[in-house]
């Protein structure tokens, strides 16, 4: 499949099978994601890896973090908050580290890091995988920042929830550039 191809065809796939994916193709999405362009090439993305009981133990993170903010909460509400990062068998949290270079402008930093996040997420496609970038509450939290090992302030660009397709569906299109573009000769 061609760069544009991929491009035009990539899109969001929500459900996966539960079967592990192997490390070997983990390593290559990660390895798309750092190619990414980077002004001062600070390189200020931060990936970790979630498998299996990984993510158990973000769900439960984010369930008791979500307790504190909403007490009176039933405990059904706390169990959806606790199945999210069970939605695939492979969960890569990606986040920023900030600069200490004062040459850097931190929204440079955010984009390169959400550039990142699309090499990946066009890697998964290319290599047969449904990937999926979601954020939500939990982005910005700070006991889930924390249980990743970032610093309370650093951005949480967000979760990206990969594995094997279920089904392919079908594929809606994109949209034209045309409407949102204004030349200027």
């Given at each position: ?6 491009i ?27 190619q ?8 200020p ?14 769900g ?14 039933p ?16 969960l890569?949290?990606?986040g ?32 047969g ?7 939500g ?5 700070p ?7 970032f610093?309370v ?10 594995g ?22």
């Amino acid at each position: 499949m061609d760069v544009f191809e991929a491009i035009r065809t990539r899109h969001s796939i929500a459900k996966v099978k539960s079967d592990p994916v192997p490390r070997a193709l983990i390593e290559r999405l990660l390895d798309a994601a750092v190619q990414a362009p980077n002004h001062h090439s600070t390189q200020p993305w931060r990936f970790v890896v979630l498998t299996g009981p990984g993510r158990e133990r973000l769900g439960e993170v984010m369930a008791r973090s979500l307790k504190k903010q909403k007490p009176e909460l039933p405990d059904s509400g706390l169990e959806i908050e606790r199945a999210k990062p069970l939605r695939a068998p492979l969960l890569i949290a990606v986040g920023m580290e900030k600069s200490s270079d004062p040459r850097v402008m931190e929204i440079e930093d955010i984009c390169a890091v959400a550039a990142a996040v699309e090499n990946l997420l066009l890697a998964a496609h290319g290599l047969g995988l449904g990937a999926m970038w979601r954020t939500g509450k939990a982005a910005d939290d700070p006991l889930v920042k924390q249980f990743l090992g970032f610093a309370v302030d650093a951005p949480l660009i967000g979760f990206i929830y990969v594995g094997f397709p279920e089904a392919h569906p079908d594929f809606a299109g994109r949209p034209s550039f045309e409407n949102r573009t204004v030349w200027m000769d």
